[in-house]
């Protein structure tokens, strides 16, 4: 999936949300899945729920992080997977 950098996506309704030591557990009650998101993609996560544009998400884990450049393909790839899961969706 090709995610422009100035597109924007929010999180999905239906959905519980738990914080572990190590992400976030997201379970989707009317689907009855359960997703188990490490903590960068539990950050990408919350940041769709501020419906920030995909290259902003990227500047913020680039300053987050201390990258050198915004991880950009990294974060259009975590959205795409959002978007398959359908935890998230365009705003």
Do not use: K, W
């Amino acid at each position: 999936m090709t995610v422009e950098l100035t597109a924007t996506f929010e999180q999905t309704s239906g959905s519980e949300i738990s914080q572990t030591s190590d992400g976030v557990v997201v379970y989707q009650t009317q689907r009855e899945r359960v997703h188990y998101l490490n903590p960068t993609a539990s950050l990408v996560y919350d940041l769709c729920r501020e419906a920030q544009s995909v290259g902003a998400i990227a500047a913020y884990l680039q300053d987050a992080f201390s990258l050198l450049e915004p991880p950009h393909d990294e974060v259009s790839l975590c959205i795409g997977q959002l978007v398959t899961e359908g935890l998230i969706s365009r705003c």
